[in-house]
């Protein structure tokens, strides 16, 4: 089945395609572009660590890492190495994890067809042995202690484990050494089962590509798969924050800081969308064009590096504002005292409709580029909304959707402060 999907906004379309398999296709086509960029796509990530497929039994408990490890195994198949294939037809290709996704990619001027033949079949062929497993561990072990050793990882997900107390977000995505030597190749053939079905994956193609192309690849490659329950259990995740502070040292030049607001999550359309709410919050907050960040700037506390973020996703989320400051403490108040000052005086009418333009600008801006095309259809898919929808609630935001999600979301008395600060000077 072959929808069209329409934006009367900026007068533009894409496709989606129900292909017989199970896989969703979401096609862009982008006219005047020479280059393709391809992402399948799988609907598990780092925090799915336990799932059940049958109705009243136990649940399958994942050791920390998993998803990442399958996403480094996937690569290998009995006839070769997937990056070799790839170097044959002239094509990038990667694969990342994150939270709650896990995606293959690839973006190529030539040779599509072949490129795409390729992802496909490689991610739907599984090929573990204990040998390969053994092998792997070593090498993510190794990973593993480059993350520990990068300062801005370490600020991050320590500020994670600060705000969460029983949710998996806070363990690192790729697990711990100590995770992954539980994992063999009999756990990650029976973790692909259940997540890798392909009517829980999506392709998502934009760029310079023909339809049929796509189409006929797919028809060549996927065999139908039966669609199958599966149940991921759910966290019961407190309110309150785990700690207000947590501060680690690093051979730095300057302190780092990531202040951490937990909010109260929802189904993932509805955090998708107040999310999106929630950035131009961000941006009145804390933009470029701000009170506070001109006031931290002026003042030397912070630098170009300052920024923030709304991140969501399954069963989390989170209102974080990060970067580098000489006093990082001190920061983090002003931060705090500006958002409760906004909260009383409430949200200025002008501010509002310039950090409403600057979110809606960058999601136009992403339009430009045919891998944050992918990557944006791919999330509203998984969310259960098309591109277009994300555009359309940004532009039609108001100022009274962004005064509730200041009163809901941004709560104060549910903030940790992660700090990197350099060591100290013998």
């Not at 039994?57 to 070769?80: S, Y």
């Not at 806070?170 to 990650?188: F, K, N, P, Y």
């Amino acid at each position: 089945m072959k929808q069209t999907i329409h934006s009367q906004r900026i007068k533009e379309s894409y496709w989606k395609v129900e292909h017989p398999s199970g896989l969703t296709l979401l096609l862009y086509p982008m006219e005047g572009f020479s280059s393709a960029y391809a992402m399948l796509t799988t609907d598990y990530g780092s925090v799915d660590m336990a799932f059940r497929t049958e109705p009243g039994v136990d649940f399958t408990r994942i050791p920390a890492g998993t998803a990442h490890f399958l996403e480094h195994k996937m690569f290998e198949n009995e006839d070769g190495d997937a990056f070799a294939k790839y170097a044959a037809t002239g094509a990038s290709a990667n694969a990342f994890t994150s939270f709650d996704k896990t995606s293959y990619l690839f973006g190529c001027a030539d040779h599509f067809e072949e490129s795409l033949r390729i992802l496909l079949e490689f991610v739907t062929t599984p090929y573990f042995t204990q040998q390969t497993v053994d092998k792997e561990q070593g090498i993510i072990g190794q990973e593993i202690k480059m993350y520990d050793d990068n300062p801005d990882w370490r600020v991050f997900f320590n500020l994670l484990k600060a705000m969460y107390i029983h949710h998996p977000i806070a363990v690192d995505i790729a697990g711990t050494v100590e995770s992954i030597a539980q994992i063999t190749a009999d756990s990650l053939y029976e973790t692909y089962g259940a997540f890798y079905n392909l009517h829980n994956m999506t392709l998502a193609v934009a760029g310079s590509f023909s339809l049929d192309a796509v189409l006929r690849v797919a028809d060549e490659v996927l065999k139908p798969a039966q669609k199958q329950r599966l149940e991921r259990a759910g966290v019961d995740e407190p309110e309150q924050v785990r700690q207000k502070r947590i501060e680690q040292k690093f051979p730095v030049a300057a302190p780092m800081f990531s202040l951490g607001l937990k909010a109260r999550p929802t189904d993932i359309r509805t955090n998708t969308l107040s999310f999106l709410v929630d950035e131009i919050v961000n941006e009145v907050l804390a933009g470029d064009a701000s009170p506070l960040y001109r006031r931290l700037y002026d003042s030397g506390l912070v630098n170009a590096t300052f920024d923030s973020e709304a991140d969501c996703g399954r069963d989390f989320a989170a209102l974080i504002f990060s970067g580098e400051s000489k006093d990082p403490d001190r920061t983090a108040e002003e931060i705090l005292r500006e958002i409760e000052r906004v909260k009383k005086e409430g949200i200025d009418p002008a501010a509002f409709e310039r950090s409403k333009k600057a979110v809606y600008g960058r999601y136009v801006r992403m339009l430009n580029r045919p891998d944050s095309i992918a990557n944006v259809m791919t999330g509203a898919y998984f969310s259960g909304l098309d591109l277009y929808d994300l555009l359309d609630a940004a532009a039609s935001a108001t100022l009274e959707q962004a005064q509730q999600r200041l009163a809901e979301d941004y709560r104060t008395d549910c903030a940790a402060l992660s700090v990197i600060s350099p060591l100290d000077e013998k």
